[in-house]
C-alpha cells in the first residue's frame, strides 16, 4: 500500500465549477499535511498547508481528519488556470523533513 | 535571489556513462534533497542532506552518490547510468523549522 493515495483522475470540470480532490495517508505519526500544485513539465510548488481545523485561502479549501488519515482539497469557482496536477504531500515524524508525496490527481478546467 | 537552480536542464546518456546533476541555493537553507519524478509513481526521495559535509540515503538511492561540499550545493552522480535512470530530477532545500519546500526546476535525462 502506498504511503499517500490520491485518485489520479483526470478530473474534467466547465469553468466555474467546485471540485474536491481528496487523499488518504497511511502513517498516523504524520505531523504535517500539505497541498502542491504542479504544471506540465515543471517543479511543484506549495499551494497550502492543511491543518486539523481546516483552512482557506481564497478560492481553496483543505482539511485534515486525523482520525480518518484523509486530507482533502475544494476549489471554488475553477478558473482554466487551475488546470494542473494536485498533489497531496505529508511530513512524517523524522528529523530531516521528509515529504512523502502522492501521484497527484490531475484537473483540467475547459472553457 | 535565484532560489534553487539546477544544471543541466536536459541530458541523453548513453548506458554506462556517467554524469553529476547540480543543485544550487542562494537562501542559505540547511537541507537539501534529491528527488526523481516517474509516471504513475510520484517524487521519491534519493539522498539528502541535513547540512554540509553531510548526505544520507533516501528511498530509492541505489545508482547515485552525491555529495554536499558546500552548504549552497549539493551534487546528484550517476556513476554508470542505466534506461532505469531515464527520468525527471528535481532537486528541494528547505530551512528547518520552516514548512515549505522549494525545489528546482528540474533535470529531464533520458539514458538510451
Known sequence: RKEVEQDPGPFNVPEGATVAFNCTYSNSASQSFFWYRQDCRKEPKLLMSVYSSGNEDGRFTAQLNRASQY?????????????????????????????????GTRLLVSP | NAGVTQTPKFRVLKTGQSMTLLC??????????????????????????????TTA????????????????????????????????????????GVETQYFGPGTRLLVL
Open chain 1, 71 to 103: 486530507i482533502s482539497l475544494l476549489i471554488r469557482d475553477s478558473k482554466l488556470s487551475d488546470s494542473a496536477t494536485y498533489l497531496c504531500v505529508v511530513r512524517g515524524n523524522t528529523g530531516f523533513q521528509k515529504l512523502v508525496f502522492g501521484t
Open chain 2, 24 to 53: 544550487a541555493q542562494d537562501m542559505n537553507h540547511e537541507y537539501m534533497y534529491w528527488y526523481r519524478q516517474d509516471p504513475g509513481m510520484g517524487l521519491r526521495l534519493i539522498h539528502y542532506s541535513v547540512g554540509e559535509g
Open chain 2, 57 to 96: 540515503k533516501g528511498e530509492v538511492p541505489d545508482g547515485y552518490n552525491v555529495s554536499r561540499l558546500k552548504k549552497q550545493n549539493f551534487l546528484l552522480g550517476l556513476e554508470s547510468a542505466a534506461p532505469s535512470q531515464t527520468s525527471v530530477y528535481f532537486c528541494a532545500s528547505i530551512q528547518g
